[in-house]
Nanobody, 126 residues
């Protein structure tokens, strides 16, 4: 059983930065993929970024390209989403998720993930 816990959300002004953390507990191995998704009110859940547990393969949405990065601290079993140059349209509940044995072109498919965190709110507003 894998459990995920996000932290680091909050309110920030446009152009600001936040770092979200996703701490993983339970048995996880190199065949796992950790992904970040977000959902704004009235909208469908949207893929943000994902990385395999080895950190070799990363996938991201074009909407965050050049602004968001993903990193991993294997010693802490934690994946980070570094968000820079935040915009009001980035406002959403951000959730991390874990799944196994994916091809890289499947990283953006939320139905490939088996475990989800509870989500953390990010609000970008002046």
């Amino acid at each position: 059983q894998v459990q995920l816990a996000e932290s680091g959300g909050g309110m920030v002004q446009p152009g600001g930065s936040l770092r979200l953390s996703c701490t993983v507990s339970g048995r996880i191995s190199v065949n796992y993929v950790l992904g970040w998704f977000r959902q704004a009110p009235g909208k469908e859940r949207e893929f943000v970024m994902a990385t395999d547990w080895s950190g070799r393969i990363t996938s991201y949405s074009n909407s965050v390209k050049g602004r968001f990065t993903i990193s991993r601290d294997s010693a802490k079993n934690t994946v980070y989403l570094h968000m820079n140059s935040l915009r009001p349209e980035d406002t959403a509940v951000y959730s991390c998720a874990a799944g196994q044995d994916m091809y890289s072109n499947e990283y953006r498919s939320d139905d490939r993930y088996d475990y989800w965190g509870q989500g953390t709110q990010v609000t970008v507003s002046s």
